[in-house]
């Protein structure tokens, strides 16, 4: 292997009551992609931030560029060519596209020649050198326009020219496609192929195993804040990956079982709503998985947004066990029984300063109080009741939800809805951004669920958990159904030529 651009040898890390790292190595070299993994708590944000200068180790030593070094702060990291590219970009969204490319560091000059009095920021230099970074890039980039006019995937392409234009050796991408959708991610990849044949090393860390085949050269297996494993990509499999991240073997991550599908519970006709949803008609049977697949953009969450009460629908009837329901709003959605797990959790599926305890009961205050006061008693019930049926790992049900890890958090969303005992239970991409052992948990409890007969259905952009976990597949396309599939028919292609229009 060649000379590392960046060593890591022995790197221990402690809080209070934790021991965050365990004498971990790492190297990454010029010109590669080195994908991070592990499972959530396994020790990968603690070492991106000791390498960005963050945090401090108690223990081990950093090389970078042959030299042993310290990073007191982010700044001297950045300073050094190490920037890091969260998945929540941080970027001035009243600024301009030119001004987040050189905020903190403007170019300046004299504002008269040979004096070395006064300066000013020289605006012509850094368009020319933005406009050189962007079509070395082979992208376009709109210097003037304010960033919160940008998509999620011009935000990251600002991003990438910024620490490009601060002349990175290292760039470390934390769950990158996240916000993006699957041609934005397309083009993302071939960027990172692009830095890659520059010399850039990247540090790759994401949840979705398919990535990590397609874009990393090396891998790095965190589990438990140590070490398990250091390899290239094409020595190992997803089987075997997935088993040194969880430290078990799988023998599958979706745990379908065969069941009899019961009579409608959900039944939806000739739905529409203004400019997104045209003649949405389909039922739901009691016990079913029934999946919703489809492109950004297609109308999936619209369409759980209305069944929920969320967008009121201009035209169409839902029906509850045969009879009409007219759901004016969320509240009326949940007395009837409906459930909705949103696909943006942290902002709309939980009160993340409230405990994991308060969380729980939201949606059966009612049932928990008398007089307008809360049976805090039988709400320390249901929250034991709800944290040990579903396993969710947290140190108490007083801690605040925002301290858990992002499988227990969606826990804790499914988990409010189940003490309310809903008939229908919607999943707007409920595995999103959660590692794979939280996946296959949330899976094993969908199975579970619909073999109590709870009638669910799964939005989710990944097709590999569709095909896995559905006993049908709806796939829409600009707002219509355009085609249903069997569990025995459904085929990733089959789905995709759907959701495009092509079949």
């Known amino acids: 292997m060649t000379e ?7 790197i221990t890390k402690r809080f ?15 010109g590669e992609v080195h994908a991070l993994v592990g499972e959530n708590g396994a020790g990968k944000s603690t070492l991106i931030k000791i390498i960005s200068g963050v945090h401090q180790p108690d223990a081990g030593r950093i090389d970078y560029l042959g030299t042993p070094v310290t990073f007191p702060t982010p700044r001297a990291a950045a300073d050094r060519g190490i920037t890091v590219i969260y998945q929540e970009v941080a970027l001035f969204p009243d600024l301009t596209v030119l001004e987040n490319l050189y905020v903190g560091a403007y170019p300046r000059r004299p504002l008269l020649r040979h004096s070395g009095r006064g300066r000013r920021v020289d605006w012509m230099a850094m368009r020319a050198r933005a406009q050189d970074v962007a079509a070395s890039l082979g992208v376009k980039l709109d210097l003037e326009a304010p960033v919160h006019r940008l998509s999620a995937a011009q935000q990251q392409l600002v991003e990438i020219a910024r620490a490009l234009l601060r002349d990175a050796r290292v760039i470390i991408m934390d769950e990158p496609t996240g916000p993006l959708t699957q041609q934005d991610a397309a083009r993302l990849f071939s960027l990172i192929r692009q ?11 994401s949840h979705r195993l398919e990535e990590i085949f397609e874009v990393a050269d090396r891998l790095t297996v965190l589990r438990d804040g140590r070490r398990i494993v250091a390899m290239p990509v094409g020595e190992t499999t997803r089987e075997m990956l997935i088993h040194h991240m969880v430290g078990r073997t799988l023998d599958t991550l979706y745990p379908h079982t065969a069941r009899q599908t019961g009579p409608p519970v959900l039944e939806v006709e000739g739905l529409g709503t203004s400019g997104a949803l045209t003649d949405v008609s389909f039922t739901l049977g009691r016990g079913e998985i029934l999946g919703l697949a489809g492109l950004v953009g297609s109308g999936r969450t619209t369409l759980a947004r209305a ?3 969320i967008v009121p629908p201009g035209r169409g009837r839902i029906k509850l066990d045969g009879v009409d329901a007219r759901i004016a709003h969320a509240g009326r959605a949940r007395e009837l029984g409906i459930a909705y797990v949103p696909e943006e959790r942290q902002r709309q599926g939980l009160v993340l300063p409230f405990s994991v305890s308060e969380n729980l009961s939201l949606v059966i205050l009612r049932r928990l109080s008398r007089l307008g006061f809360i049976n805090h008693a039988s709400e320390r019930t249901v929250a034991h009741d709800v944290v040990r049926r579903l396993d969710i790992r947290t140190p108490g049900i007083g801690v605040p939800a925002a301290t858990l890890s992002g499988g227990n958090q969606q826990k804790v969303v499914v988990g409010k809805w189940l003490a309310a005992q809903p008939r229908v239970l919607i999943m707007d991409e409920p595995t999103r ?3 794979v052992g939280a996946k296959a948990e949330i899976h094993r409890l969908m199975s579970e669920l619909a073999g109590r007969g709870l009638a669910i259905l799964l939005i989710s952009s990944e097709l590999p958990e569709l095909l896995g976990m559905s006993d049908r597949i709806m796939v829409m396309h600009r707002g219509r159904i355009a085609g249903e599939l069997s569990r025995g028919q459904a085929t990733q292609e089959k789905i995709m030529a759907m959701a495009t229009g092509v079949a």
């Open 433 to 435: 951004g959660v590692d």
């Open 195 to 205: 830095l890659r044949s520059r010399g850039v090393g990247i540090i790759y860390i």
């Open 4 to 10: 590392a651009l960046l060593q890591l040898r022995g």
């Open 307 to 309: 069944i929920f009460g």
């Open 16 to 30: 209070p009551g934790v021991l965050a790292l365990d004498g971990v190595d790492f190297a990454l070299t010029a």
